[in-house]
């Protein structure tokens, strides 16, 4: 809930880390949506995609790591390289905590095809019993960054109790993996197109925060998943902002 009126200096936000996760389906690209749990603290009941907040234990530089160096994600996202490792391993993190889709693999060249035996494990690190890095380690297993692309930098705007600055990500679902959704902080998930996600938005059987319906509409006008992949993104900060319009609160962007 936004406040009426701002009674000291803005939060700072928090690092994140979102990944919009595609696929090609029977009528074209389709993205995999969260519905979180209405009643939480930050976007409750909103639909999102997988991500969350960057663990401190995500900045272990002994992950084996496959792809663009944290140098290169630095440049992308304006960022320390020490941040973007934490990103990039937070992107992995959650989604697979989130979804149970896990961009690594056995190699610098091959990505896991079925992640139901790391079922304990997805447990531990969303209990927070075990660290990312511990896990991969433990299971023999490298961190593929290159699966990932940048695509946007969405901070909460200053008006906000909790705010958050997010990097988006965007990744294709792996060959063999399944999405479930598997996660106490969703009440439902599904694969959508985005133009079927925003007209249910449009019509009121979604809720959508600025940063969801504006990476679902550049998703779509896209329009498939190599082009997604493919798209290259100039990544700036985008701070939206809250104005008041009588009774009304409206979100502004920049």
């Known amino acids: 809930m936004v406040p009426s009126t701002p009674t ?37 009941g909103m639909t999102v995609f997988p991500g969350g907040g960057v663990d401190p234990r995500d900045a272990d530089t002994s992950v084996a790591w ?34 149970g889709v896990l961009l690594a693999g056995p190699s610098a060249a091959t990505v896991v095809a079925d992640t139901t035996p790391y079922a304990a494990a997805r447990a531990a690190l969303v209990a927070r019993e075990l660290s990312f890095a511990r896990f991969l380690a433990d299971e023999g297993l490298v961190l593929r960054a290159d699966l990932l692309r940048p695509w946007a930098n969405w901070v909460t705007p200053p008006e906000e109790p909790r705010r958050y600055d997010t990097r988006f990500f965007v990744a294709l679902l792996p060959e063999g993996q399944k999405a479930d959704g598997a996660t106490t902080e969703a009440s439902d998930a599904v694969w959508q197109r985005p133009a079927d996600a925003l007209a249910d938005w449009k019509a009121g059987r979604r809720a959508l925060m600025p940063p969801t319906w504006v990476t679902l509409t550049e998703v779509d006008e896209l329009g498939s998943v190599s082009a997604v992949l493919d798209e290259s993104r100039e990544v700036s900060k985008i701070i939206p902002k809250i104005v008041r319009d009588g009774d009304v609160l409206r979100v502004v962007l920049p």
Do not use: N
């Open 8 to 44: 000291g200096p803005p939060v700072e936000p928090r690092d994140a880390a979102t990944v919009v996760l595609v696929r090609d389906g029977d009528r074209g690209i389709e993205a995999f949506l969260l519905r979180r749990v209405a009643g939480m603290a930050f976007a409750g």
């Open 66 to 99: 496959s792809g663009p160096a944290p140098g290169w994600w630095a440049s992308k996202f304006a960022c320390s390289p020490e941040l973007a490792a934490a990103l990039v391993c937070a992107a992995v993190r959650e989604t697979f905590e989130e979804s």
